[in-house]
């Protein structure tokens, strides 16, 4: 079983679409994981069912016993995070503003304070139109540890890749290069980048690609919308071949693009001319990992 995850430096560049598009192609033999936690959204492309879900515990955060509490105040003084207010007569703990370092539990005197496990966000298991299954989660609102429930969504997508002898699991990571990425990179054998013919497009493809040679993983590179800037995807593709970059595929601009994901579904649903494009793609990753 080999992991490929598709990346990109920066928002904007397709990195969801063509993740989408690899996963029709793929069909049975690969299961998904869509480690974008913060801003989920390859479910909606592939029709996910949300079949089975499960609460992600990630942190602490502190709970104020009201009937314990003296109302001292040492608890909201000695907090960093200004997370414990004194609001209509009670100390109450904000919980986006609440870091779980304990500190007020460890101060209060009438022990009124004690630290609980918090829910983070929700990982969801689902059956998907190209007749394989998703793993996918959502972070919640203001909730931090994104890293761990991507490690926790990447690891539950490899035990169903193993159990159920699929050849590949195909990960759609996070935009950047922060934790995320980081945790979606661990363990991965293979790389898609996808970039696109600009200025920022190129300066984050060069930052994404210096936290790729840490992980010492073979990486590829997708143009998208080439044909939009050529004189930037020429730079783009001077910085591939001095970085020993594999070119995937030059992808040309195309409404269609837009008109697919308008519709909730992937440009290779479409006959259409980048169709054959990406197809050719996905043969050329197959070759390059196998």
């Known amino acids: 079983m080999k ?3 598709v990346l990109s430096g ?3 560049t397709g990195k969801t679409s063509i993740s989408a598009s690899l996963a029709i192609l793929a069909q049975q033999e690969a299961i998904i994981a869509d480690c974008d936690v913060d801003a989920a959204n390859l479910h909606i492309l592939l029709e996910a069912n949300f079949d089975e879900s499960k ?3 990630s942190g602490e955060l502190a709970e104020i016993d009201q009937e314990l509490c003296t109302k001292c105040g040492l608890c909201s003084e000695v907090c960093q995070f200004d ?3 004194f609001h209509n007569g009670e100390y109450k703990v904000k919980m986006l503003s609440c870091e779980g370092c304990a500190y007020c539990e460890k101060v209060c005197p009438s022990e ?3 630290m609980h496990k918090r829910k983070s966000g929700e990982l969801y298991i689902s059956e998907i139109k190209s007749n394989t299954k998703m793993v996918h989660a959502k972070l919640d609102i203001g909730a ?3 890293g761990k429930l991507v490690a926790e969504v990447k690891n539950r997508a490899k035990e169903i890749a193993k159990k159920e002898n699929k050849k590949y699991v195909i990960v759609d990571g996070s935009p950047g290069i922060g934790c995320p990425v980081v945790s979606s990179l661990s363990g991965a054998n293979y790389v898609v980048l996808v970039t696109e013919p600009t200025v920022s497009g190129l300066h984050d493809l060069e930052r994404l690609h210096a936290v ?9 590179c997708i143009i998208n919308k080439y044909d939009i800037n050529e004189d930037m995807s020429q730079k783009i593709e001077r910085f591939l071949e001095s970085e020993d970059i594999t070119l995937l595929s030059k992808v040309p601009y195309d409404v269609n693009f837009a008109k697919a994901m308008s519709e909730a579904k992937t440009v290779v649903e479409y006959e259409i001319p980048i169709k054959q494009t990406i197809i050719d793609t996905w043969e050329k990753i197959k070759s390059e990992i196998n």
């Open 83 to 85: 997370a414990i207010p």
């Open 144 to 146: 931090d540890n994104s």
């Open 212 to 220: 790729i040679k840490r992980f010492r993983t073979r990486s590829s």
């Open 3 to 5: 992991e490929i995850v």
């Open 55 to 57: 609460i992600f515990y």
């Open 112 to 114: 009124a304070i004690n």
């Open 10 to 12: 920066k928002g904007g």
